[in-house]
């Protein structure tokens, strides 16, 4: 199969037919599935997507709400095309523009082709400012340099997106994961609309969710592979503060000051011990990693291509 297309939805059941419609409509002309998976609804959408299904429509329907991440990443696990396709349920990312995505990605050198809203139809003060300040956060932070990451509509070779393995709200940083695959990224300009049905399931409180992902986005791209080389050397730099330190109290010692009792000397000894234990945390980690990939099967590398040279 040519093409499959993942749609998490929770909660949209006024979204449903126009969104179906809409598919059909645009993806009429290539060999696809389409993959629902509702994240906990607790209105008519299911009832809705059953109702108004059609041939290579699958409905994943989970027993609660388990987060956009996860109901990403089950309907990836079901897809079976050559390239998925991630798409918004609210109507707001447009099905017109997949066709020219899987053209794009088709006859281009890349994996993955991320959409970028050029004429968002969000609110500017909720939407549009506090997107703008964690895109350039997310950008600096981990040196992968797309201009949306919160933009859903993407099209992937598959290969790509089923290792993506995404947990928790990670879903804002398929960009980054890909990255850390090897992933060929391009972003290219996606048409938006404006909400017209249901509720946003953005709010203020899941910026510090953003932030704590964040953290673990840097080090999953920088020290994921190699967590001695920030723990150990981060302890070796603390250690060696509280070793100078301890040096600088033992000269006031030797020329007859007292130093008992200083805030200095706890430093020194509290910088020793916290950076003895960062070593020790770094080789520790540096053991985890090893089982994460043996235990597992993984490779630390990706290979894209065997080329070999036929006599």
């Not at 998976?37 to 299911?46: F, I």
């Not at 990312?93 to 970028?116: H, R, T, V, Y």
Request: charged share 25%; with cysteine; glycine share 8%.
């Amino acid at each position: 199969m040519k093409l499959s297309v993942v749609i998490a939805v929770m909660n949209e059941e006024d979204n449903i037919i126009p969104l179906i419609e809409s598919l059909k409509k645009n993806l009429s002309q290539i060999d696809h599935e389409v993959i629902f998976v509702d994240d906990g609804s607790t209105d008519l959408t299911v009832d809705k997507l059953l109702e108004y299904a059609f041939d290579g429509m699958k409905v994943l329907e989970f027993t609660k709400n388990y987060g956009q991440s996860t109901a990403m990443q089950a309907g990836i696990d079901e897809s079976i095309g050559e390239y998925i396709v991630t798409l918004d349920g609210d109507l707001q990312n447009d099905p017109s523009d997949i066709p020219i995505l899987l053209e794009k990605i088709e006859n281009e050198p890349f994996d993955l082709i991320a959409g970028e809203r050029i004429n968002r139809k969000d609110g500017m003060f909720l939407r549009k400012i506090p997107s703008k300040i964690a895109n350039g956060i997310i950008r600096n932070a981990t040196d992968v340099h797309i201009r949306d990451y919160g933009c859903t509509l993407k099209i992937f070779k598959s290969y790509f997106a089923k290792k993506l393995d995404l947990y928790g709200e990670l879903h804002r940083f398929i960009p980054v994961l890909a990255s850390l695959q090897g992933a060929r990224i391009l972003q290219v300009p996606v048409k938006h609309h404006p909400r017209i049905h249901g509720k946003s399931k953005y709010s203020l409180n899941r910026t510090f969710k953003v932030i704590s992902d964040l953290i673990l986005m840097v080090f999953m791209k920088k020290y994921l592979r190699k967590p001695m080389h920030l723990f150990g050397n981060l302890g070796f730099v603390i250690f060696g503060l509280g070793i100078l330190i301890n040096l600088y109290l033992l000269i006031l010692k030797i020329f007859g000051q007292d130093i008992w009792g200083r805030p200095i000397l706890i430093l020194g000894v509290l910088l020793i011990l916290a950076g003895f234990q960062l070593i020790i945390f770094g080789i520790v980690s540096e053991l985890l990693m090893r089982t994460y990939f043996e235990s597992q099967q993984k490779k630390t590398y990706n290979i894209r291509k065997i080329h070999t040279l036929e006599e």
